[in-house]
């Protein structure tokens, strides 16, 4: 029965997040610390660890209900049609790729900064959007902010420019660097299993005009 990577990765993210809500010093040995994964060679998990933990129940029912409204069609319906027989190893590429891309930035960044913390899919989220929106670009979506459902091509270039600026400017506590690389990741990624993706978006783009 396809659709069940969807629900574990939720299970387990959920499962995860709750113990870390609960255990600090769980949640400090497996947040992502660019300058304890820098000092110390065998921290490198955090690197993955940190994407199933998250800063409060609200953050993760956010992350997760995003990453189930795109995840299960991708993966019950369009990954089985385009790679019929690798559709899950695919699927499973694209979410862990998505969480490893993603912290790269940060990495490099905050490497000699032994105060940056971070948690949290968005990088994995956002690289599962953005392998739905190559693919169905003209896809209409919806969002409580949002007044009217707009293209998911609109959607995207919004989410990039938005995360790009503000990731400039840092001057939250959100991942802005992450959501951006996450996104190009997934994009480039499914491009990449199948190229023909690429002109096929863009004709479904200017088909709206």
Same mark, same amino acid.
């Given at each position: $029965?396809?659709?069940?990577?969807? !629900?574990?990765?939720?299970?387990?993210?959920? /499962?995860?997040? &709750?113990?870390? &809500? =609960?255990?600090?010093?769980? &949640?400090?040995?497996?947040?992502?610390?660019?300058?304890?994964?820098?000092?110390?060679?065998?921290?490198?998990?955090? @690197?993955?660890?940190?994407? *199933?933990?998250?800063?409060?129940? $609200?953050?993760?029912? *956010?992350? $997760?209900? =995003? *990453?189930?409204?795109?995840?299960? =069609?991708?993966?019950?319906?369009?990954?089985?049609?385009? &790679?019929?027989?690798?559709?899950?190893?695919?699927? #499973? /590429?694209?979410?862990?790729?998505?969480?490893?891309? =993603?912290?790269?930035?940060?990495?490099?960044?905050?490497?000699?900064?032994?105060?940056?913390?971070?948690?949290?899919?968005?990088?994995?989220?956002?690289?599962?959007?953005?392998?739905? #929106?190559? #693919?169905?670009?003209?896809?209409?979506?919806?969002?409580?902010?949002?007044? /009217?459902?707009?293209?998911?091509?609109?959607?995207? /270039?919004? !989410?990039? @420019?938005?995360?790009?600026?503000?990731?400039?400017?840092?001057?939250?506590?959100?991942?802005?660097?992450?959501?951006?690389?996450?996104?190009?990741?997934?994009?480039?990624?499914?491009?990449?299993?199948?190229?023909?993706?690429?002109?096929?978006?863009?004709?479904? #783009? $200017?088909?709206? *005009?």
């Amino acid at each position: $029965m396809q659709g069940y990577l969807t !629900y574990i990765i939720i299970a387990i993210t959920c /499962i995860i997040s &709750f113990i870390g &809500f =609960s255990d600090r010093r769980f &949640f400090d040995k497996y947040l992502f610390s660019p300058y304890s994964v820098h000092i110390h060679k065998n921290e490198w998990y955090r @690197v993955f660890t940190h994407a *199933f933990l998250h800063a409060d129940t $609200m953050h993760l029912l *956010f992350n $997760m209900l =995003s *990453f189930y409204f795109f995840a299960l =069609s991708l993966e019950q319906d369009i990954y089985p049609a385009l &790679f019929p027989k690798h559709a899950q190893f695919y699927f #499973i /590429i694209l979410y862990a790729g998505g969480i490893m891309v =993603s912290s790269f930035p940060a990495f490099e960044k905050h490497k000699n900064n032994p105060v940056y913390r971070s948690v949290g899919a968005s990088g994995a989220v956002s690289a599962v959007i953005f392998s739905f #929106i190559l #693919i169905s670009p003209n896809a209409s979506l919806g969002f409580m902010f949002i007044p /009217i459902p707009i293209p998911a091509s609109v959607f995207g /270039i919004l !989410y990039l @420019v938005y995360s790009w600026y503000m990731g400039k400017r840092g001057r939250d506590n959100i991942g802005h660097d992450a959501h951006l690389w996450g996104g190009i990741f997934g994009f480039v990624f499914t491009f990449c299993l199948k190229p023909a993706l690429l002109p096929a978006f863009f004709h479904q #783009i $200017m088909s709206l *005009f």
